[in-house]
Structure formats: structure tokens, C-alpha cells
């Protein structure tokens, strides 16, 4: 089993940056791929990002490509998302999330950090 621990949400402007950590813990070698999705108020979860967890490969949503970086630490098992110009459409509760290998989907959710961009 795997916990995921999000952080470094909070409430910044329009055009700022902010980058946003999950440290996994407990059992981390069957982890296939990790990866960041988003809710917005009154919407459906949507994908952002994700990143192979050994090989380092990544996708982005075209809504954040060209802003928004997802990259790990292999040695402390974390993944961050650098998130940059953000927009106020940005606003969302991000979780972090982990595919395990022969999952068909993610498996494995944090809580989510709270991310808030005002005009």
C-alpha cells in the first residue's frame, strides 16, 4: 500500500508560479507511472500531468503544456509539479496520484492541496 502526501498549494496571483510536492511512502517499487490531476468547483476531475515513474517520460494536458513541469526525485520518492503563469482557471484542488505496473488506471490518491489564483 502507498500513502501520498501532497503540499505547497495556497493562493497566489494571476501570472505567478507555484510548485506543488507528493512524497509517496510505504510500497513504492510497483509504481508505474505518478501523476497530478485537478478539480475545479463544480467540475469533473480532469488529468494534468504525469510522469514514468523509472524512465522519467512525460504527458501533459494541452491546457498546461509549455506551463506547468512534472518531474521526481527518485531518491525521495517525491514528484513535484512546477506550475508556472498561472491563470485563474488554474484554480483547483490538485491530487497526486500513482499507477501501478499491469493497473489499468491510478490507484492510489492523495488528498489534495488546495491551489487558488486570483485576477
Known amino acids: 500500500q502507498v500513502q501520498l502526501l501532497e503540499s505547497g498549494g495556497g493562493l497566489v496571483q494571476a501570472g505567478d508560479s507555484l510548485r506543488l510536492s507528493c512524497a509517496a511512502s510505504?510500497?513504492?517499487?510497483?509504481?508505474?507511472?505518478m501523476g497530478w490531476f485537478r478539480q475545479a468547483p463544480g467540475k469533473e476531475r480532469e488529468f494534468v500531468a504525469s510522469?514514468?515513474?523509472?524512465?522519467?517520460?512525460?504527458e501533459y494536458a494541452d491546457v498546461v503544456k509549455g506551463r506547468f513541469t512534472i518531474s521526481r526525485d527518485y531518491a525521495k520518492n517525491t514528484v513535484y509539479l512546477q506550475m508556472n503563469s498561472l491563470k485563474p482557471d488554474d484554480t483547483a484542488v490538485y491530487y497526486c496520484?500513482?499507477?501501478?505496473?499491469?493497473?489499468?488506471?491510478?490507484?492510489?490518491w492523495g488528498q489534495g492541496t488546495r491551489v487558488t489564483v486570483s485576477s
Open positions: 496520484a500513482k499507477r501501478r505496473f499491469l493497473a489499468s488506471d491510478f490507484d492510489s
Open positions: 510505504g510500497r513504492t517499487v510497483t509504481t508505474y507511472l
Open positions: 510522469i514514468n515513474w523509472r524512465a522519467g517520460s512525460t
